[in-house]
C-alpha cells in the first residue's frame, strides 16, 4: 500500500497571499504544510523591487521584496509552518487527496483544509508573427532581472500601460535598458499616475489609443508596427508606424490560475474586471467545496496588498474551522481583515474590483463610502498622457506666490485617489493630510511645512518634492526623489528636465541624501535657474 | 491581419486561422478545439492560449463569456516521470 500523510491546512503557493495565509493559520496552532513550485518562497514579490502603495498597516512604503524578507523571516521562524520548496502539486482528486512532486518523488497527502494561492498567468495578445523570439512576458523580463540579473535587451517597446508595465518599464530604465515607447488600447493609462508620471519625465512616451499589429525581424525581433485606434476600438487608417526595438514586452493584464480548482471541480466563472475565469466563493475565501479555500490573484487579479489581507482571512478562517481556541479573537481578526479589504477597494481605482465581486454575489459594496468612488480633481489629461494639467498643477501649489517667499516648501503632485500615506505618515511636522480617509489626495499644509524633504524618499511615487524657490538672487532649489545608478556627487552639473522629459536647463547638484533613512531612494537637491522652479522635476546624470 | 502568422497556442504552434477554421466547422467549445487542433494540450497546458481561444468563440459565436467554459483540467499539473510516480507511491513492502 501506498503511504498517505494527513496535514491539517496545505496551503498551495509561496506568494504574498500563501505566506500570509500560512501565518495566519499557523499563529493560532494550526500545523501548515506550505508547498511552493520554486526553490524559494515569495512569489511575485521577490521581484519588486518598488515601494508599495496602500496603508501603514499592510507595509506601504516599504519595497516588495523588503516586504517579503520580513514574511520569510516569520514563516521561517514558525514552528507550526512546514516549508515544502521545489514542491508542484500536481493534483487534486474527489477525495480531496493531494499529490506533490517533492524531491522527485510524486508523494501522496490528505489535507483536511486547503488554501489555495496559486496566483496568475500573464494574458497573450494575438498579432502578427507574436512568436519571434523577443517577445516576453512582462513577468519574465522582471524575472530575467530582478531574480537572475540578465539583462533582457537593449531597446524595449512595452504593450500595455497598467501598473505592471509602468513598474517594469521604470525597472527596465534603472536597469540600463532603452524602453521605446509604452502602447496602450485604451484611451486611457490603466495603472497609477503616479507611476506614468515617472516614466514621462524620465522621457518614455506613452501612447494611449495604440495597438501593436505586427512585429518585425527575420530571425528575432528588430520592430514593431503599430497603428492608433479609434473610439470603437478600430484602427485608424493611415497611422501605423513602426518603432524600432529588440524586444516586445507584454503587459496586457494576468488572469487566475485556477487549473487546479478545476481539477477538484470548483464552481468558476468569467469575471472580466477579475481578469478571468475565477472561483466562486464566499467573503471568509471558501470555494464552492468546503474546506477548500482560495487568496490572492486566484481569486481575482488586484495588488498584493489585498492578496496578504485575503491570505490572512483564508487563514484565520481555517484556525476558526478546525482550531480548538480563540474562536471569539479569530472572529474580530476576520472582521478586521473585511474592513481593511473594504477600505484598500473603496477607492476609484477599486470600482472595477467591487464590480467584479458583485458579479460573484458578494455584498461587498454595501458598506463602501461612495463619496471616494470618484475622482476628486478631473484627471482625464494626466490618466491619458502621464502629463499633470496646469489645473492639476494649480490646484496642488500654494494658492498665494507669496508662500514661496517664506523658504523651501514641499510640493505634492499627487492627483488621483487611491489608498495610499507614506507621505502623511512620514512628515514629522504634520503638515501633510489626507483628511481622515487614506483614498484621498494629500494636500501639504504650506504653513507647518519645514521643507525638510523626508517625503521626498518616503513617497512610493516619486511624486513630493521641495521646492525653494527664493534659494538666492537668481536661483531655486528643487529637491527630487532619484532611484537611478550612478548616483551624482555634489557640485556636479546634470541636465534637468521637465514633466514630458524634455530638457530645460543645467542644474548643479549642491546636497545629496541617501543614507539608510532614504532606503535608495536619494533626495537630490538641484540648483537651477529661477525661472524654472515649477517645471524642473528630473535629471539626468551624465555617464 | 494575416491569420496564418498569428500564433494562439505557442506550445503547439497552432495559428488564429485554424482555431477560426475549427469554430466555423462548429467546434465551438475550448473542449473540443483543444482535441481536433491540439491547441492547450502542451506544456503549459492552456495557459496561454485558453482565454484567447474562449474570447475567440465567442466573437464568432456571439455566445458572452460568461457562457463559455475553459478546457478540462486533469491531473498531473504539468509533466512528471514514471520513475518520479513509482518512487513515491510504491513502498518497500508493495516491492
Same mark, same amino acid.
Given at each position: 500500500?501506498?503511504k498517505?500523510?494527513?496535514?491539517?491546512?496545505?496551503?498551495?503557493?509561496?506568494?504574498?497571499a500563501?505566506?500570509?495565509?500560512?501565518?495566519?493559520?499557523a499563529? =493560532?496552532?494550526?500545523k501548515?504544510?506550505?508547498?511552493?513550485?520554486r526553490?524559494?518562497?515569495?512569489?511575485?514579490?521577490?521581484?519588486?523591487?518598488?515601494?508599495?502603495?496602500?496603508?501603514?498597516?499592510?507595509?506601504?512604503g516599504?519595497?516588495?521584496?523588503d516586504?517579503?524578507?520580513?514574511?520569510?523571516?516569520e514563516?521561517?521562524k514558525?514552528?507550526n509552518?512546514?516549508?515544502l520548496?521545489?514542491?508542484?502539486?500536481?493534483?487534486?482528486?474527489?477525495?480531496?487527496?493531494?499529490?506533490?512532486?517533492?524531491?522527485?518523488k510524486?508523494?501522496?497527502?490528505?489535507?483536511?483544509?486547503?488554501?489555495?494561492?496559486?496566483?496568475a498567468?500573464?494574458?497573450?495578445?494575438?498579432?502578427e508573427?507574436?512568436?519571434?523570439?523577443?517577445?516576453f512576458?512582462?513577468?519574465? +523580463?522582471?524575472?530575467?532581472?530582478?531574480?537572475? $540579473?540578465?539583462?533582457?535587451?537593449t531597446?524595449?517597446?512595452?504593450?500595455g500601460?497598467?501598473?505592471?508595465?509602468?513598474?517594469?518599464?521604470?525597472?527596465?530604465?534603472?536597469?540600463?535598458?532603452?524602453?521605446?515607447?509604452?502602447?496602450?488600447?485604451?484611451?486611457k493609462?490603466?495603472?497609477?499616475?503616479?507611476?506614468?508620471?515617472?516614466?514621462?519625465?524620465?522621457?518614455?512616451?506613452?501612447?494611449?489609443?495604440?495597438?501593436?499589429?505586427?512585429?518585425?525581424?527575420k530571425?528575432? +525581433?528588430?520592430?514593431?508596427?503599430?497603428?492608433?485606434?479609434?473610439?470603437?476600438?478600430?484602427?485608424?487608417?493611415?497611422?501605423?508606424?513602426?518603432?524600432k526595438c529588440?524586444?516586445?514586452?507584454?503587459?496586457?493584464?494576468?488572469?487566475?490560475?485556477?487549473?487546479?480548482?478545476?481539477?477538484?471541480?470548483?464552481?468558476?466563472?468569467?469575471?472580466?474586471?477579475?481578469?478571468?475565469?475565477?472561483?466562486?466563493?464566499?467573503?471568509?475565501m471558501?470555494t464552492?467545496?468546503?474546506?477548500?479555500?482560495?487568496?490572492?490573484?486566484?481569486?481575482?487579479?488586484?495588488?498584493?496588498?489585498?492578496?496578504?489581507?485575503?491570505?490572512?482571512?483564508?487563514?484565520?478562517?481555517?484556525?476558526?474551522?478546525?482550531?480548538?481556541?480563540?474562536?471569539?479573537?479569530?472572529?474580530?481578526?476576520?472582521?478586521?481583515?473585511k474592513?481593511?479589504?473594504?477600505?484598500?477597494?473603496?477607492?476609484?481605482?477599486?470600482?472595477?474590483?467591487?464590480?467584479?465581486?458583485s458579479?460573484?454575489?458578494?455584498?461587498?459594496g454595501?458598506?463602501?463610502?461612495?463619496?471616494?468612488?470618484?475622482?476628486a480633481?478631473?484627471?482625464?489629461?494626466?490618466?491619458?498622457?502621464?502629463?499633470?494639467?496646469?489645473?492639476?498643477?494649480?490646484n496642488k501649489?500654494?494658492?498665494?506666490e507669496?508662500?514661496?517667499?517664506k $523658504?523651501?516648501?514641499?510640493?505634492?503632485?499627487?492627483?488621483?485617489r487611491?489608498?495610499?500615506?507614506?507621505?502623511?505618515?512620514?512628515?514629522?511636522?504634520?503638515?501633510?493630510?489626507?483628511?481622515?480617509?487614506i483614498?484621498?489626495?494629500?494636500?501639504?499644509?504650506f504653513?507647518?511645512?519645514?521643507?525638510? $524633504?523626508i517625503? +521626498?524618499?518616503?513617497?512610493?511615487?516619486?511624486?513630493?518634492?521641495?521646492?525653494?524657490?527664493?534659494?538666492?538672487?537668481?536661483?531655486?532649489?528643487?529637491i527630487m526623489?532619484?532611484?537611478?545608478?550612478?548616483?551624482?556627487?555634489?557640485?556636479?552639473?546634470?541636465?534637468?528636465?521637465?514633466?514630458?522629459?524634455? =530638457?530645460?536647463?543645467?542644474?548643479?547638484?549642491?546636497?545629496?541624501?541617501? $543614507?539608510?533613512?532614504?532606503?535608495?531612494?536619494?533626495?537630490?537637491?538641484?540648483?537651477?535657474?529661477?525661472?524654472?522652479?515649477?517645471?524642473?522635476?528630473?535629471?539626468?546624470?551624465?555617464? | 491581419?494575416?491569420?496564418?502568422?498569428?500564433?494562439?497556442?505557442?506550445?503547439?504552434?497552432? @495559428?488564429?486561422?485554424?482555431?477560426?477554421n475549427?469554430?466555423?466547422?462548429?467546434?465551438?467549445?475550448?473542449?473540443?478545439?483543444?482535441?481536433? @487542433?491540439?491547441?492547450?494540450?502542451?506544456?503549459?497546458?492552456?495557459?496561454?492560449?485558453?482565454?484567447?481561444?474562449?474570447?475567440?468563440?465567442?466573437?464568432? @459565436?456571439?455566445?458572452?463569456?460568461?457562457?463559455?467554459?475553459?478546457?478540462?483540467?486533469r491531473?498531473?499539473?504539468?509533466?512528471?516521470?514514471?520513475?518520479?510516480? @513509482?518512487?513515491?507511491?510504491?513502498?518497500?513492502?508493495?516491492?
Open positions: 500500500m501506498s498517505i500523510e494527513n496535514l491539517e491546512l496545505l496551503v498551495v503557493g509561496g506568494g504574498p500563501g505566506l500570509s495565509a500560512a501565518l495566519a493559520a499563529n =493560532y496552532g494550526i501548515v504544510s506550505l508547498a511552493e513550485e526553490e524559494f518562497l515569495g512569489g511575485q514579490l521577490i521581484k519588486q523591487t518598488h515601494r508599495f502603495f496602500g496603508s501603514e498597516k499592510e507595509y506601504a516599504t519595497r516588495g521584496i516586504i517579503l524578507r520580513k514574511l520569510i523571516d514563516v521561517n514558525n514552528k509552518i512546514e516549508v520548496l521545489s514542491s508542484r502539486v500536481l493534483g487534486i482528486y474527489e477525495d480531496n487527496v493531494v499529490t506533490i512532486l517533492n524531491d522527485h510524486m508523494k501522496k497527502y490528505y489535507p483536511q483544509s486547503i488554501i489555495f494561492a496559486t496566483g498567468s500573464e494574458k497573450f495578445l494575438a498579432f508573427n507574436n512568436d519571434l523570439p523577443g517577445i512576458g512582462a513577468g519574465a +523580463v522582471q524575472t530575467l532581472m530582478n531574480v537572475y $540579473g540578465v539583462m533582457p535587451a531597446n524595449v517597446l512595452m504593450i500601460s497598467g501598473n505592471i508595465g509602468l513598474i517594469v518599464s521604470y525597472q527596465l530604465l534603472q536597469a540600463g535598458v532603452k524602453v521605446a515607447a509604452i502602447v496602450e488600447a485604451a484611451p493609462i490603466g495603472g497609477y499616475s503616479v507611476h506614468a508620471s515617472k516614466l514621462r519625465r524620465l522621457g518614455v512616451p506613452i501612447l494611449t489609443s495604440h495597438t501593436i499589429k505586427k512585429a518585425i525581424g530571425e528575432k +525581433v528588430e520592430g514593431a508596427v503599430i497603428c492608433e485606434l479609434d473610439n470603437d476600438w478600430n484602427e485608424v487608417k493611415d497611422t501605423e508606424q513602426l518603432i529588440d524586444a516586445i514586452c507584454l503587459s496586457v493584464g494576468l488572469t487566475p490560475l485556477v487549473d487546479l480548482l478545476k481539477q477538484r471541480k470548483v464552481k468558476t466563472t468569467y469575471v472580466s474586471e477579475l481578469g478571468g475565469y475565477v472561483p466562486l466563493r464566499d467573503e471568509n471558501e464552492s467545496i468546503k474546506n477548500l479555500f482560495v487568496a490572492g490573484d486566484v481569486s481575482g487579479i488586484e495588488e498584493a496588498t489585498a492578496a496578504m489581507i485575503e491570505g490572512q482571512i483564508a487563514g484565520l478562517s481555517v484556525a476558526k474551522r478546525i482550531g480548538k481556541n480563540n474562536k471569539k479573537e479569530i472572529e474580530k481578526r476576520i472582521e478586521e481583515g474592513n481593511e479589504l473594504e477600505l484598500l477597494r473603496s477607492g476609484p481605482v477599486g470600482k472595477k474590483i467591487r464590480k467584479g465581486l458579479k460573484l454575489g458578494l455584498n461587498h454595501k458598506n463602501y463610502n461612495e463619496n471616494f468612488s470618484e475622482e480633481l478631473d484627471i482625464s489629461h494626466l490618466m491619458k498622457t502621464g502629463v499633470p494639467s496646469e489645473e492639476n498643477l494649480k501649489l500654494p494658492s498665494e507669496k508662500v514661496f517667499d $523658504g523651501p516648501i514641499a510640493i505634492s503632485e499627487c492627483f488621483q487611491f489608498p495610499c500615506d507614506p507621505c502623511v505618515k512620514s512628515c514629522p511636522f504634520n503638515a501633510i493630510s489626507e483628511n481622515g480617509n483614498n484621498n489626495i494629500p494636500y501639504v499644509d504653513e507647518k511645512c519645514t521643507g525638510c $524633504g517625503c +521626498v524618499s518616503k513617497c512610493p511615487g516619486l511624486a513630493m518634492f521641495v521646492v525653494h524657490k527664493n534659494f538666492s538672487e537668481t536661483t531655486s532649489v528643487v526623489p532619484y532611484e537611478f545608478l550612478p548616483r551624482p556627487h555634489k557640485g556636479e552639473i546634470v541636465k534637468v528636465f521637465d514633466r514630458e522629459g524634455k =530638457y530645460l536647463c543645467d542644474g548643479k547638484v549642491i546636497r545629496i541624501l541617501d $543614507g539608510k533613512f532614504q532606503d535608495k531612494t536619494a533626495a537630490v537637491s538641484i540648483e537651477i535657474p529661477k525661472r524654472y522652479y515649477l517645471q524642473a522635476r528630473n535629471f539626468k546624470v551624465e555617464e | 491581419m494575416d491569420e496564418n502568422k498569428v500564433i494562439i497556442c505557442r506550445c503547439e504552434d497552432v @495559428t488564429l486561422k485554424e482555431i477560426r475549427a469554430i466555423r466547422e462548429g467546434f465551438t467549445t475550448v473542449e473540443e478545439i483543444k482535441r481536433v @487542433t491540439r491547441s492547450g494540450m502542451g506544456p503549459c497546458q492552456g495557459k496561454t492560449c485558453g482565454l484567447l481561444i474562449a474570447k475567440e468563440i465567442s466573437q464568432m @459565436t456571439g455566445k458572452p463569456m460568461e457562457e463559455i467554459e475553459l478546457q478540462n483540467i491531473p498531473p499539473y504539468g509533466g512528471i516521470t514514471f520513475e518520479e510516480v @513509482t518512487k513515491g507511491t510504491i513502498t518497500e513492502n508493495d516491492k
